[in-house]
Antibody
Framework: QVQLQESGPGLVKPSETLSLTCTVSGYSINRGYYWVWIRQPPGRGLEWIGSIYQNADTYYNPSLKSRLTMSVDTPRNQFSLKLSSVTAADTAVYYCAGSPGYSGPFDYWGQGSLVTVSS | DIQLTQSPSSLSASVGDRVTITCQANQGINNFLNWYQQRPGEAPKLLIYDASNLDTGVPSRFSGGGSGTDFTFTISSLQPEDVATYYC?????????FGPGTKVDIK
């Protein structure tokens, strides 16, 4: 059974870098899936952040691209997200997900991690 | 960016009712549309991919259809466990985008 679990700080100061890791269990991270980050501001809808495949293929949302870095750590079966220069607008529940292609469908999801940007 | 609109934004129906949600794209997206269910406090769950294909294990009371710019999502007989927000998502063009969601409640 494939499981995803987000981890990282729940509170980040404005202008700093938000860092999250997603640990994948029950599936080898280099077996052919794309790994995805999606976020949801409190009480609002879903926003695709980006998709990555084995550190060789990345697709970023243009609205976040200048601040975004995604990477895969194959030995640890993890992938990560770094979002720099955060503001309160980046406060959201961040979900990691998996999909057979860079564009979805997103058929495996983590439970989500709330990240609040505040001083 | 491709914009998706969903109608209605919320609805309340009785157990056993047929419920239909529409998703409209501001340009043609072939059948490159997925539907997700998000129960309160949970992560989204894939229900339908490629506009009309039911994901594995999803009850057959859920169905989807449409192509181009207009899509529908139907629950043939609403159940209490279907209380959730439903989102459409297009993958015809980057960035991938979601609709604003339709909240479904039991009357």
């Amino acid at each position: 059974q494939v499981q995803l679990q987000e981890s990282g700080p729940g509170l980040v100061k404005p202008s700093e870098t938000l860092s999250l890791t997603c640990t994948v269990s029950g599936y080898s991270i280099n077996r052919g899936y794309y790994w995805v980050w999606i976020r949801q501001p409190p009480g609002r809808g879903l926003e695709w952040i980006g998709s990555i495949y084995q550190n060789a293929d990345t697709y970023y949302n243009p609205s976040l691209k200048s601040r975004l870095t995604m990477s895969v750590d194959t030995p640890r079966n993890q992938f990560s997200l770094k979002l720099s220069s955060v503001t309160a607008a980046d406060t959201a529940v961040y979900y990691c997900a998996g999909s057979p292609g860079y564009s979805g469908p997103f058929d495996y999801w983590g439970q989500g991690s709330l990240v609040t940007v505040s001083s | 960016d491709i914009q998706l609109t969903q109608s209605p934004s919320s609805l309340s129906a009785s157990v056993g009712d047929r419920v239909t949600i529409t998703c409209q794209a501001n340009q043609g997206i072939n059948n490159f549309l997925n539907w997700y269910q998000q129960r309160p406090g949970e992560a989204p769950k894939l229900l339908i991919y490629d506009a009309s294909n039911l994901d594995t294990g999803v009850p057959s009371r859920f169905s989807g259809g449409g192509s181009g710019t207009d899509f529908t999502f139907t629950i043939s007989s609403l159940q209490p466990e279907d209380v959730a927000t439903y989102y459409c998502q297009q993958y015809d063009n980057l960035p991938l985008t979601f609709g604003p969601g339709t909240k479904v409640d039991i009357k």
